[in-house]
């Protein structure tokens, strides 16, 4: 096997909207808040629908297959990373998520670095990421008791086609009228502080463990990937159907790669295997597949394991 194609899981939490339905074309029911493309997490399990592995879940497939990951996944328990398509109709919560260490020992599952890749945002939207100065453990403690957290924290505004990279600790949250991909580890542990008013639990005594309290650059780089970590490379795929309407590669014994589709339509090839891809697919090439190719006008993610 070489190419499968997914299925994602989808939540309807209660800051999502309907562009991954109506855009995207992901069957998430009347509100889609993620579409989880490239998941074998228990909360959320992607489904292969083609070949001989059709209905399967990609857990159980890799499972029974842990060749199909590729040698660089050796060195983890289980599946590394979980790719996911984020709609925020609204502000999601301000949140930190905790480091592999703190995780294993508090949540019995990883902890969680991240990267985001802004596929479309409203004017003037924006992302909170890290702090706008040095602040105490203290004075953490006491603008979330007082609501005034916000003050003190970066405020990013941000356009399509914007990179971050969120270390594990980094206090952050997505703004309203941003759609994104995000890249991450294989986890589904956030400790939430601020929460624009829901009645939503709060996690502050953890939250205060993990966070780094000193503002760091969270900026993507361009070059030579958009985002590289011990979990996942990430690189970006354009075709504008004319002058570059064709890119190959080939995927090794040693790493699978993942194809997220942003947008457009085109063809994807591995060995034999050949399907017309558009707008919201996702596809996930087995490690020793071989040589493959896009052609078309489209744009895409692809990520690999270091």
């Not at 004319?242 to 890119?247: E, G």
Request: aromatic share 10%.
């Amino acid at each position: 096997m070489a190419i499968w194609k997914l299925k994602p899981a989808c939540k309807d939490y209660v800051w999502g909207g309907r562009r991954l339905v109506d855009e995207f074309g992901i069957d998430g029911g009347e509100i889609c808040a993620e579409a989880w493309m490239l998941s074998a997490h228990p909360d959320g399990v992607s489904t292969i629908v083609n070949g001989s592995f059709a209905g399967q879940t990609l857990a159980d497939a890799l499972k029974n297959h842990a060749e199909f990951l590729g040698t660089n996944c050796r060195r983890f328990g289980e599946f590394p990373i979980l790719i996911k398509f984020i709609d925020a109709k609204e502000n999601l919560s301000v949140q930190v998520h905790p480091s592999d260490d703190y995780a294993l020992a508090h949540e019995n599952q990883l902890g969680k670095n991240e990267m985001w890749y802004v596929i479309d945002a409203e004017e003037n939207s924006r992302l909170y990421c890290g702090f706008n100065r040095k602040i105490s453990r203290n004075e953490f403690a006491a603008r979330i008791k007082e609501n005034s957290l916000v003050e003190v924290l970066k405020a990013v505004t941000v356009h399509k086609g914007d990179t971050f990279f969120i270390p594990a600790g980094t206090i952050h949250a997505v703004g309203e009228g941003i759609l994104l991909a995000e890249i991450q580890q294989s986890s589904n542990v956030s400790y939430r502080v601020f929460d624009y008013g829901r009645n939503r639990p709060l996690h502050i005594a953890k939250a205060l463990d993990v966070t780094n309290l000193t503002p760091i650059d969270t900026r993507g780089k361009s070059y030579p990937h958009l985002a590289a970590c011990d979990y996942f490379v990430v690189d970006k795929l354009n075709l504008d159907g004319k002058i570059f309407s064709r890119a190959s590669g080939t995927v090794s014994d040693e790493t699978f790669l993942s194809v997220l589709i942003l947008g457009g339509d085109g063809e994807i090839s591995c060995g034999d295997e050949k399907f017309s891809l558009r707008k919201g697919d996702s596809f996930f090439l087995t490690a020793g597949a071989g040589d493959w190719e896009i052609c078309g006008s489209c744009d895409a993610l692809l990520t690999t394991m270091p």
